[in-house]
Nanobody
Protein backbone atom coordinates (compact mmCIF):
# COMPACT_ATOMS: atom_id res chain seq x y z
CA UNK A 1 0.00 0.00 0.00
CA UNK A 2 0.91 3.63 -0.36
CA UNK A 3 -0.05 6.57 1.82
CA UNK A 4 -1.81 9.37 -0.02
CA UNK A 5 -2.36 12.99 0.97
CA UNK A 6 -4.57 15.35 -1.05
CA UNK A 7 -4.52 19.12 -1.15
CA UNK A 8 -5.88 21.96 -3.23
CA UNK A 9 -9.58 21.90 -2.46
CA UNK A 10 -11.55 24.97 -1.53
CA UNK A 11 -14.48 27.23 -2.32
CA UNK A 12 -14.81 28.58 -5.85
CA UNK A 13 -17.52 30.24 -7.88
CA UNK A 14 -19.15 28.48 -10.81
CA UNK A 15 -16.95 28.74 -13.87
CA UNK A 16 -13.79 28.88 -11.80
CA UNK A 17 -10.85 26.48 -11.58
CA UNK A 18 -9.01 24.47 -8.97
CA UNK A 19 -6.02 22.16 -9.10
CA UNK A 20 -5.94 19.20 -6.76
CA UNK A 21 -2.72 17.45 -5.81
CA UNK A 22 -2.13 14.02 -4.32
CA UNK A 23 1.28 13.09 -3.00
CA UNK A 24 2.25 9.54 -2.11
CA UNK A 25 4.69 8.22 0.43
CA UNK A 26 5.94 4.72 0.76
CA UNK A 27 6.21 2.80 -2.48
CA UNK A 28 6.89 4.37 -5.82
CA UNK A 29 3.93 4.86 -8.11
CA UNK A 30 5.18 3.60 -11.45
CA UNK A 31 3.17 0.38 -11.35
CA UNK A 32 0.02 1.84 -9.82
CA UNK A 33 -3.18 2.99 -11.41
CA UNK A 34 -3.97 6.35 -9.85
CA UNK A 35 -7.43 7.87 -9.68
CA UNK A 36 -9.58 10.66 -8.36
CA UNK A 37 -12.97 9.84 -6.90
CA UNK A 38 -15.57 12.13 -5.43
CA UNK A 39 -18.40 11.72 -2.99
CA UNK A 40 -21.19 14.19 -2.43
CA UNK A 41 -23.49 14.01 0.63
CA UNK A 42 -26.04 11.23 0.23
CA UNK A 43 -24.49 9.99 -3.00
CA UNK A 44 -22.35 7.03 -3.97
CA UNK A 45 -18.61 7.45 -4.39
CA UNK A 46 -17.91 7.85 -8.09
CA UNK A 47 -14.80 7.83 -10.17
CA UNK A 48 -13.86 11.16 -11.72
CA UNK A 49 -10.67 10.32 -13.59
CA UNK A 50 -7.92 7.75 -13.65
CA UNK A 51 -4.47 7.35 -15.16
CA UNK A 52 -2.73 4.04 -15.69
CA UNK A 53 0.95 3.31 -15.24
CA UNK A 54 1.33 3.63 -19.01
CA UNK A 55 -0.41 7.00 -19.17
CA UNK A 56 -3.83 5.88 -20.38
CA UNK A 57 -6.46 8.23 -19.02
CA UNK A 58 -10.13 7.73 -18.22
CA UNK A 59 -12.74 10.37 -17.42
CA UNK A 60 -16.32 10.07 -16.37
CA UNK A 61 -18.61 11.68 -18.93
CA UNK A 62 -19.63 14.65 -16.81
CA UNK A 63 -16.07 15.99 -16.54
CA UNK A 64 -14.75 15.30 -20.05
CA UNK A 65 -13.35 18.45 -21.58
CA UNK A 66 -13.22 20.23 -18.21
CA UNK A 67 -10.93 18.13 -15.99
CA UNK A 68 -7.43 16.84 -16.71
CA UNK A 69 -5.62 14.17 -14.72
CA UNK A 70 -1.84 13.92 -14.81
CA UNK A 71 0.87 12.10 -12.96
CA UNK A 72 4.51 12.78 -12.08
CA UNK A 73 6.12 9.53 -10.99
CA UNK A 74 9.38 11.26 -10.03
CA UNK A 75 7.47 13.39 -7.52
CA UNK A 76 5.16 10.50 -6.57
CA UNK A 77 2.21 12.75 -7.30
CA UNK A 78 -0.93 13.04 -9.36
CA UNK A 79 -2.94 16.12 -10.15
CA UNK A 80 -6.45 17.00 -11.19
CA UNK A 81 -6.88 20.27 -13.04
CA UNK A 82 -10.55 21.25 -12.83
CA UNK A 83 -11.85 24.01 -15.09
CA UNK A 84 -15.31 25.45 -15.66
CA UNK A 85 -16.48 24.11 -12.32
CA UNK A 86 -20.20 23.77 -11.65
CA UNK A 87 -22.21 23.39 -8.42
CA UNK A 88 -22.74 19.70 -9.28
CA UNK A 89 -18.98 19.22 -8.89
CA UNK A 90 -19.26 19.96 -5.16
CA UNK A 91 -17.98 16.95 -3.24
CA UNK A 92 -15.13 15.53 -1.24
CA UNK A 93 -12.44 14.51 -3.72
CA UNK A 94 -10.35 11.49 -2.85
CA UNK A 95 -7.15 10.18 -4.34
CA UNK A 96 -6.82 6.41 -4.75
CA UNK A 97 -4.19 3.97 -5.92
CA UNK A 98 -3.95 0.30 -6.74
CA UNK A 99 -1.81 -1.92 -8.97
CA UNK A 100 -4.79 -3.70 -10.58
CA UNK A 101 -8.09 -1.96 -9.93
CA UNK A 102 -11.34 -1.99 -11.81
CA UNK A 103 -11.96 1.67 -12.64
CA UNK A 104 -15.70 1.44 -12.13
CA UNK A 105 -15.52 -0.13 -8.67
CA UNK A 106 -14.01 1.97 -5.92
CA UNK A 107 -13.81 -1.11 -3.68
CA UNK A 108 -10.98 -2.47 -5.85
CA UNK A 109 -8.67 0.40 -4.92
CA UNK A 110 -6.55 -0.51 -1.92
CA UNK A 111 -5.03 2.85 -0.94
CA UNK A 112 -6.94 6.05 -0.22
CA UNK A 113 -6.27 9.55 0.92
CA UNK A 114 -8.39 11.41 3.46
CA UNK A 115 -10.02 13.63 0.85
CA UNK A 116 -10.21 17.34 0.15
CA UNK A 117 -13.43 19.34 0.01
CA UNK A 118 -14.38 21.14 -3.19
CA UNK A 119 -17.33 23.51 -2.97
CA UNK A 120 -18.65 25.34 -6.03
CA UNK A 121 -21.07 28.19 -5.45
CA UNK A 122 -23.59 29.29 -8.04
Amino acid sequence: QVQLVESGGGLVQAGGSLRLSCVASGRTLEKYVMAWFRQAPGKEREIVAAVSSGGYTYYTNSVKGRFTISRDNAKKAIYLQMNDLAPDDTAVYLCAADPRPSFADYRTFGSWGQGTQVTVSS
